[in-house]
């Protein structure tokens, strides 16, 4: 085949999927400058949305185009945007030789252990997964009693249960990895009951709504290749013989003999970093960020990307990606943006107050909501301990807690009051979407002050890019402190710890951040057990 980069289309081309394929046909047709006979078919490769133009937003695709005389074609055009389709390359992992003597054993259902698990499956080694929460069906029970009576179940959240803690976010699948592999991710989700376009989109998401479906229909084929799921499992200690590991414990319990264990535990498994600690497993301490969530009317983002065209039909829920580097050698950011979405109660462990954002698929709420954040190191940890970094945000959750009203209510400022240090005391035109409830605090008393100082700067800074972004009456919410791993499991180039058989994977384990990576993640160390035993 061959790629066609760059092509523009109309916003008003593309409003339906007829009108969107005949301009791209049009496009092709002129470009390659052949008639209509010669045009066989063509796929979207990429698609994404130039707004930098308020008055010509477009989109511009990356198509791939079956066509008669194709060499003769790429002879004339040269490389003018106009090249061979680059071949995927075909996967080429070969069975090991090495002795499996126990199935493998997968910690953690999050992406990195569902996509390991997957894989294993697929290879007939019939993969035992633990997840120490429930399946997906349970778990949304739990996390919509927490969200309503504030009653936590500190085994099933958003953090613990099937599917991770991305099921319960906005399932964005974008990434700055460059890995084949991603195709291979988006691949199986859509055979999983995920809406084709991510396979294409710049920025492809799911939602939390049709990820509870994909991850259970994913599970459901691990089951049907062999492989076991266990939910309520949670791993309670871990056998280790001659720097070798032999052994799991379960719920204090059941022992399940082993000597390959995928550790995809997520990065909210403090208890389980402590075990592994106590047991002579390598771990160091991790960079992270915290800070807070800031809401604004939705209407208000469409209108700041897309000037007039803001609504039209297509373009959908707007986002936003910023950043800002502070004279005082910090850095602050936009995170996990959610058009159309809601700031989501996240907390693991009890008396602790943590947040998140979440949208469904339609990306149809009132708000948007982003991660506001600062980067942290670990010279602004507590101590040197390998695990010190997980203290700091306990530290700071705390104190969000208490300042809810320690019952998971969270602590709220107006965005106006935040900036001239002043308390709030009433709403302006935006409503809060934090469930069980919020309450009015200064948010600087529950933040290192250099974050709260750096986030001032940040907002400010961002309200020249985004006019209205410092509107007084947006709200910002706190605190968010799990934006990735505080710790990282150290592991050698095969992908082992320095315990023979233990493999740390994902994002808890240090080594990705979000869907996508983490699943590769999960898919590499896979197949290099498959390509070994």
């Known amino acids: 085949m061959v790629r066609l980069s760059n092509i523009k289309i109309g916003i008003r081309q593309a409003v339906d999927i007829n009108m969107e394929r005949h301009a791209l046909r049009k496009s092709i047709l002129t470009k390659l400058e052949i008639n209509d006979q010669e045009l066989i078919d063509f796929v979207i490769f990429k698609k ?35 090249t061979p389709t680059p071949l995927l390359e075909p996967n080429s992992t070969i069975i090991g030789t090495g002795t499996l003597d126990e199935r493998p054993v997968i910690v953690g259902m999050g992406p990195a252990g569902l996509f390991a698990g997957l894989i294993l499956s697929r290879y007939g080694y019939r993969p035992i997964i633990l997840e120490r929460g429930e399946d997906v069906e349970s778990r949304t029970k739990k996390i919509n009693t927490f969200w309503k009576t504030g009653l936590l179940d500190t085994e099933s959240n ?22 084949q592999r991603c195709r291979l991710v988006l691949e199986e989700f859509i055979k999983a009951g995920a809406p084709p376009e991510i396979l294409y989109k710049s920025k492809p998401h799911i939602g939390t709504d049709l990820l509870k479906t994909t991850v259970k229909n994913i599970r459901e084929t691990i089951i049907a290749n062999g492989g076991e799921v266990r939910f309520n499992a949670r791993v309670t200690d871990i056998i280790i013989e001659d720097g070798k590991v032999s052994e799991l414990v379960v719920n ?67 986002d936003y990606k910023l950043s800002y580097h502070s004279k005082n050698g910090r850095s602050a950011y936009s995170f996990c943006m959610c058009p159309g979405g809601y700031v989501v109660a996240s907390s693991s462990e009890k008396n602790h107050l943590v947040t998140n954002g979440m949208s469904e698929y339609k990306r149809d709420g009132k708000n948007a909501n982003s991660a506001l954040l600062v980067g942290v190191t670990p010279a602004d940890f507590p101590s040197e301990h390998p695990l010190a970094g997980i203290e700091f945000q306990r530290k700071w959750e705390r104190l969000a807690y208490e300042q809810g009203g320690e019952s998971y209510k969270a602590p709220v400022q107006l965005t106006g009051d935040f900036l001239a240090d002043r ?98 993640d999960g898919i590499k160390v896979a197949e290099n057990i498959v390509s070994t035993l």
């Open 48 to 82: 994404s949305i130039d707004a930098r133009k308020k008055s010509d937003i477009h989109y511009v695709y990356t198509v791939d185009a079956e066509v008669i005389n194709e060499k003769s074609i790429l002879n004339k055009h040269g490389k003018k945007g106009i």
């Open 158 to 179: 958003v953090q613990f249960g099937e599917g991770g803690a991305g099921t319960f976010s906005d399932g964005k699948l974008t990434t700055l990895i460059n890995d």
């Open 252 to 318: 204090d319990a059941e022992r399940i003999c082993c000597n390959i264990v995928l550790l995809a535990i997520g990065h909210s498994a403090r208890d389980t970093f402590k075990i592994l600690y106590d047991r002579g497993v390598e771990m160091t301490q991790k960079a992270f960020s915290i800070g807070l969530r800031i809401e604004h009317p939705q209407e208000f983002i469409n209108k700041a990307q897309y000037g007039d065209f803001a609504g039209y039909p297509g373009l959908g829920a707007a």
């Open 423 to 520: 308390p709030s005391s009433k709403w302006g035109r935006i409503e809060p979407t934090y469930k069980p409830g919020v309450v009015f605090a200064e948010l600087k008393t529950c933040l290192p002050h250099y974050v709260t100082e750096t986030l001032k700067e940040a907002i400010l800074n961002f309200d020249t890019k985004i006019r209205g972004f410092a509107m007084p009456d947006s709200i910002l919410t706190g605190i968010e402190t799990r934006s990735s791993s505080p710790v990282r499991i150290t592991r050698n180039s095969n992908y082992q710890s320095n315990i023979s058989g233990l493999y740390p994977v994902g994002e808890g384990a240090g080594y990705a951040g979000g869907i996508m990576s983490s699943a590769v």
